[in-house]
Every structure is written in structure tokens, then in C-alpha cells.
């Protein structure tokens, strides 16, 4: 048994749901009278609604699919996942949003993070801009793809449509909120979306547990059926690195670091970091918790689970009267939403502000670069909708090829312009380059347990060391750097 009987409440919910997630992106759609407006907000975004904001664009469909699936399969093994993302992304606040803040938006005006690289490096011409959008465009393609993959697979067992019918419905609802309402209704709903996936992702173990008789008695159970799930003395090094290694990736996501860049002043980045992680930690805990008593539930109770990625779905339509069932299942929803919308949005200023004004014409009024904006976001999410045709794709898997490309690519960049003054231009391109190859190589010829982030992380940090002492730093540079070191002291 995988799929429970559709009902009216269900399908209520649902909608009630998706109508207030169109109706915010409709509401904000009069407000964006500026290409800034749209894809940052006006830079006015307070520390709770950045940090859950920040939290929501992270934690895609994976966080309710990919990760108690990936538990549920694989057991503890995939905890230390979990340990990785909580250290990188405390670190990612502490470390670098207020430095990003303060570059971004008082030494010079940066929408995007191709536009604060290229001002970072003094790059009149334009090189880094273009392998910035190069990099977010193949990398982000990829990633949305897999909350459209998600979402397919949430309409398909809960309303036991076909997969194909089910991944239509879950793009048209991402794309034309995020269409209409830019920035400000993407952190609005992604607030909205971050709390409703915190309350789920707590109710649904505690349930479990209860008809599981106690953590000790579901444990019990897990050990009878499968010793290993909760053992991780039979996990090889290379397994623990790998795992701990997806928190790299923080430090290279744009559409998480765009979030440090639209927060309101650096004096809100302690509040933020405080509730961002705190909201982290609780819903990443809870969603490992349901993949490992999945295992004890589906065994005592006798059923059929043919895609693991369903644990989640199947438990909240058997454990919950209909109407509460299709607010848990929302919950999946508001997860791809939230990630998806955010990156479609990022891919579209990588359009409109990186390729079309920054490079091709300059003096394109705002109005236009909204526009085409906006028309970036469906050819991106068209591309992403191909891509997921595939219904046998892994939600998990498509995740951490496109993590540890924008990690291994942008990351090392990042915390080097940051904090290295030494830094250069052809030290960025390169490091740049060398991150997203080795990645894309490491997945593609590499037979290998080992995570391509690390091989591509390594070496990018490594060949931007090398390349920035052979070449020289500009002038420009250093003033700009010289500049935000004053405004942080």
C-alpha cells in the first residue's frame, strides 16, 4: 500500500494552500517597480523573514523526500549528511554574511553574485560575469529540476494522477507565483512555507512513535529487521567524509547567499543566524527520525513501499484524518516551492541583469530588465521541466550533483575574495573553472564513493592560491577590499 484513496479534504487543502501562495505573488506583483525590487527586494528583508527565507530556498522537496527516503534506505550513515549541513551553514552566517552584506550593498550596488564578483576583481571585462552565469545557469537547471521531480512524485501519490499530468500541475504553480511576485513574494511565502514544514516535520514522527509504542520499541524493531540501519561501525571512511563534505556547499549556493545580500542591516545577521539554524537543526533531525521509524512502521504494519522518497507522503495520509493529511502533505509542497521559486529567480537575473545589461546593452531601462526577468524564469523552468521527465529519477541524487557543482565552483571563490586580499582576477576564473570541471568529471568518469565536492572544492581553493600569486592584483580591487575591511572594523 502506497497511495491512500483521494478525498475531497485532501484536494481542499491543497487548494487553499496553493491560492494563498498565488494570491501573495499577485499581491507583491503591483510593488516590483524596479529590476532591485524583484530580485532583491529593496534590500529591506528583516532577520527572521531572511533567515527563514534563507532556511526555506535551502531545504527543497529533498528535506521531506530525498532525506528520510535516503534514511530509510541507508540508515545512520546518511545522519552524518545532516552534521555537514548544520556546520556549514553556521559557518556560512557567521563567516560570511555580514562580510557579503557589507560589499554588496555599501561598497558597490551588487544584485547578483556575478555582479559582486565582477566588482570584487575590478573585471571590466566581463569574463567573470559570464562564467558566473554560465556556472548558475547548467548547475540550477539541474537543481530545479529535482523539485519539479519532487513534486511530481507528491501529486502522483496523493492524488494518484499520472506522473507526467502531476509534474504540469507542480511547474505552472511554481512558475507563476514566482513570475508574478519577484523577491518579496518568494521570502514571503518561504517564511510561510519554513514554518508549516517545521510544524509537519515534528508532528509526523511523534505520531509515528505513538503508534510504534515509544522510540525504544520502534528501535527495536529497526534492529530486528535491519542491525546496520542503526550501526555505523560497518561505514567506511570514505563514506563519512563524503557525507560531512555537503557542508561545503553552503558557502558557494546563490540563492542562498542573495539572502545575506537583501537583509535589511548587518546589526540583524546574529537574530537571523540564531533562528536560521535553530529552524535547520529541528526540521533536519525530524526528517532523518521519520526515514529510520519508517523502517519499523512499514514492518509492523505490513506494507508496501515501492519508492522510499514516498515515506513521508504515505505516513501522513495513514496516520492523519484527511483535512490534517492535506496540510502535511502542503508541507511538501511549500518545501519545493520555496527552493525551486528561489532558484528560477536567481537563474532570471543571471539572464536579464548578467548577460543582457551588464554585457550586452548597459543602458537598458530597469522596466526592461524586469521584463526579460521574468521571461527568464520560464525558459528556465521549461528546461527544468525536460529534464524531469524522467520519472525514475532520484530526488537526492539530482541534489548533490547540482550542491557540489555551485560548492565546488563558487564556494572556494567566495570565502577567498572575503577574506584573502590577495586575491586575483585570474585566480577567481580559474579556481572558478577548475571547481565545475572536476565535478562534472568526478560524477561522469570517476569510479569512486568519494563525493565530487571534495576533489572539486580542493581543487579549485588550490588553483586559485597558484594563479593568484603568479598575476597581479589590481588597484581597484584592493581599494574595494581595503573599503569593506573599514566598514567591518
Not at 271 to 293: D, K, R
Not at 295 to 304: D, S
Request: glycine fraction near 8%.
Amino acid at each position: 500500500m502506497e497511495v491512500v484513496h483521494i478525498n475531497i479534504a485532501i484536494i481542499t487543502m491543497f487548494s487553499v494552500y496553493t491560492f494563498l501562495m498565488l494570491y501573495i505573488g499577485f499581491y507583491f506583483y503591483k510593488q516590483n517597480k524596479s529590476s532591485e525590487d524583484y530580485f532583491l527586494g529593496g534590500r529591506s528583508l528583516g532577520p527572521t523573514l531572511s533567515a527563514l527565507s534563507a532556511g526555506a530556498s535551502d531545504m527543497s522537496g529533498w528535506l521531506l523526500m530525498g532525506l528520510p527516503g535516503a534514511l530509510y534506505i541507508g540508515g545512520l550513515i546518511n545522519f552524518y549528511i545532516v552534521i555537514g549541513l548544520i556546520i556549514g551553514a553556521t559557518l556560512n552566517w557567521i563567516f560570511i554574511a555580514k562580510r557579503l552584506r557589507i560589499y554588496t550593498g555599501v561598497i558597490a550596488n551588487s544584485l547578483t553574485i556575478p555582479d559582486y564578483l565582477e566588482t570584487r576583481f575590478d573585471d571590466d571585462k566581463h569574463i567573470l560575469r559570464l562564467i558566473c552565469a554560465i556556472v548558475i545557469l547548467v548547475f540550477f537547471t539541474f537543481y530545479i529540476s529535482s523539485g519539479l521531480v519532487s513534486g511530481a512524485k507528491l501529486f502522483e501519490g496523493a492524488f494518484q494522477i499520472r506522473y507526467d499530468y502531476a509534474l504540469i500541475a507542480g511547474t505552472l504553480i511554481i512558475v507563476i507565483y514566482t513570475f508574478l511576485g519577484g523577491y518579496k513574494a518568494v521570502c514571503w511565502t518561504d517564511m510561510i512555507q519554513g514554518l508549516l514544514m517545521l510544524g509537519a516535520l515534528i508532528i509526523v514522527p511523534l505520531v509515528m512513535l505513538y503508534h510504534l509504542g515509544g522510540i525504544s520499541k520502534a528501535f527495536s524493531i529497526v534492529k530486528e529487521i535491519n542491525p546496520q540501519a542503526l550501526s555505523i561501525n560497518h561505514v567506511s571512511f570514505v563514506s563519512i567524509i563524503s557525507a560531512l563534505a555537503w557542508g561545503f556547499g553552503y558557502f558557494g549556493q546563490p540563492h542562498i547567499l542573495v539572502r545575506f545580500m537583501s537583509i535589511r542591516s548587518v546589526k540583524d545577521i546574529p537574530i537571523a543566524t540564531f533562528i536560521g539554524i535553530f529552524w535547520m537543526s529541528l526540521c533536519l533531525f525530524s526528517a532523518c527520525l521519520i526515514g529510520i521509524l519508517g523502517i519499523a512502521y512499514i514492518y509492523k504494519f505490513q506494507l508496501n513501499l515501492q519508492d522510499p522518497e514516498k515515506i513521508f507522503i504515505l505516513m501522513s495520509q495513514l496516520l492523519f484524518n484527511p483535512w490534517i493529511a492535506g496540510i502535511l502533505l502542503s508541507a511538501i509542497l511549500a518545501a519545493i516551492m520555496s527552493t525551486a521559486s528561489s532558484q528560477l529567480l536567481v537563474s532570471s537575473s543571471t539572464i536579464a541583469e548578467d548577460f543582457y545589461k551588464k554585457i550586452f546593452k548597459k543602458n537598458a531601462s530597469s522596466r526592461v530588465v524586469l521584463n526579460l526577468g521574468k521571461i527568464g524564469v520560464l525558459i528556465v523552468a521549461l528546461i527544468a521541466f525536460l529534464i524531469s521527465m524522467d520519472k525514475n529519477s532520484s530526488v537526492l541524487d539530482i541534489v548533490s550533483y547540482a550542491w557540489a557543482g555551485f560548492g565546488s565552483s563558487f564556494g572556494a571563490v567566495i570565502i577567498f575574495s572575503l577574506f584573502w586580499k590577495r586575491m586575483t582576477k585570474f585566480g577567481a576564473i580559474a579556481g572558478m573553472i577548475s571547481g565545475a570541471l572536476v565535478v562534472v568529471l568526478w560524477k561522469n568518469c570517476v569510479d569512486s564513493n568519494l563525493y565530487e565536492m571534495i576533489p572539486g572544492f580542493l581543487a579549485a581553493s588550490l588553483v586559485i592560491i597558484f594563479v593568484s600569486l603568479l598575476t597581479k592584483v589590481s588597484s581597484g580591487s584592493k581599494i574595494a577590499y581595503e573599503k569593506m575591511l573599514k566598514e567591518i572594523r
